[in-house]
């Protein structure tokens, strides 16, 4: 059965940051796209960022571009979202998803 668990949310203030992981159990992803989508109440999942297995390539939503870094660790089976100066509007559960899989989510709180 495959599993996405996600940690390493927490409480920020504004300007600080996080890093994110999701660790992949069940199958390997090292040939696969794994994503980051977050989700505030109220408001569908919006697309956060996306790496490619094997190239490694990075796609991000426009508006995060050079403040939110992704990388994998394929040997780890682990996709990481590196987030910096982040802002309150940053707020959300960010999910990981690979092969139409979704993790349970962890939450990002960011105080102004």
């Known amino acids: 059965q495959v599993q996405l668990v996600e940690s390493g949310g927490g409480l920020v203030q504004a300007g600080g940051s996080l890093r994110l992981s999701c660790v992949a159990s069940?199958?390997?992803?090292?040939?696969?796209?794994m994503a980051w989508f977050r989700q505030v109440p109220g408001k569908g999942r919006e697309f956060v960022a996306s790496?490619?297995?094997?190239?490694?390539?990075?796609k991000y939503a426009d508006s995060l571009k050079g403040r939110f870094t992704i990388s994998r660790e394929d040997a780890k089976n682990t996709v990481h979202l590196q987030m910096s100066s982040l802002k309150p509007e940053d707020t959300a559960v960010y999910y990981c998803?690979?092969?139409?899989?979704w993790g349970q989510g962890t939450q990002v709180t960011v105080s102004s």
């Open positions: 998803s690979a092969l139409g899989v």
């Open positions: 790496i490619n297995g094997g190239s490694g390539r990075a």
């Open positions: 069940g199958r390997t992803f090292i040939n696969y796209s």
